[in-house]
C-alpha cells in the first residue's frame, strides 16, 4: 500500500497534506523528554541528560559485482567473489569509524549475498551502510574514507562496488536557551544533570526545521532500546517528567507569547 492509501484508510485526505504544514515561529519552542537509548546516565548514575543536538544521519545502498562460477572448479585465485569483497567492505566501515575521534557510530545491518548456494562462489552482494554524528562534515568525511577503503578492496577481489544515497537527515543542535530552562529546572529538584548528543532521531529533530528545540534525557537501563529488555525505573520517568514540567513553567515566563 502506498502512504495515501494509508492516510484514505485512517480517515484523512492526502490532497490536504500540506495544508497541515506549521509555518516557521508558529512555536514559541519544542520540549521532548525521552529515554537515552544509551548507557551513559546508566553507567553514570546522571539522573538527567540534557541534549546538545540530534545527529545527521546519511545511508547508502552498497552492490559488490563480481562474477557466480562453479564454487569446486574456480581456482582461488581466479575468483571474483562478491562476497569476501563485501566482507572487506564491512570491517572497512568499523574501522573508519573507530578511527575518528568523538561519539559518531557507523552501522552494516546486513549482508545479502546471491545467489545463496553452497556450491556457487557470490556474483553479488548487497548491503547498506547508515553513519551517524552532530558533525554533518564528519559524516561526509568519513564516507569519503570508507570509499576510498572500498576501491581498495574492489582491486584486491577483482570486483565492483557501487553505492547510492538512500536517507539523508541533518543534525539538529538544541536551543541554548531552553537548554539553561532545563538545567534551572532540575537543579531546583537537586538533579545532576550530563550534557551528551542523541545519536537516535527524534520528533524534535523535524520540529527544529521551524521552532527551537530542547531535548531532556532519563537513563536507560544498560543502554538498551528497542528491545522487551528496554527499561527505564519509575523514579527516573518521574524525575524527567517533573523536570519537564518545571521547564515549562520557566519558559512560559520567558518566551514571546505571540
Known sequence: MTLADWLRRYGQNPAQLTDARIPSGALAAYLEL??????????????????QGIVGIKSWDCVVTGFANHAGTTPMNRRKDALIAASKDVLAVRDVVRGEQGSQV?????????????NVVPGRAVFPVQLRDLNAAKVDLMW????QRFAEVDKEENVETRCSLLDHSEPA???PSLQAALREAAKSLG????????LAGHDAQEIARIAPMAMIFVPSKEGIS?????????????????????????????LDRK
Open 34 to 51: 525521552h529515554i537515552e537509548q544509551g548507557p551513559n546516565l546508566h553507567e553514570t548514575d546522571v539522573p538527567i541528560g540534557i541534549v
Open 173 to 175: 543542535r538544541a536551543d
Open 106 to 118: 557507523g552501522n552494516v545491518g546486513y549482508v545479502k549475498a546471491e545467489p545463496a548456494a553452497v
Open 226 to 254: 528497542h528491545s522487551p529488555k528496554e527499561f527505564t525505573s519509575w523514579q527516573d520517568v518521574a524525575n524527567g517528567t517533573e523536570v519537564l514540567y518545571r521547564s515549562i513553567l520557566l519558559l512560559d515566563g520567558q
Open 191 to 198: 538533579l545532576a544533570t550530563a550534557d551528551l548528543p542523541s
Open 144 to 147: 569519503e574514507h570508507i570509499q
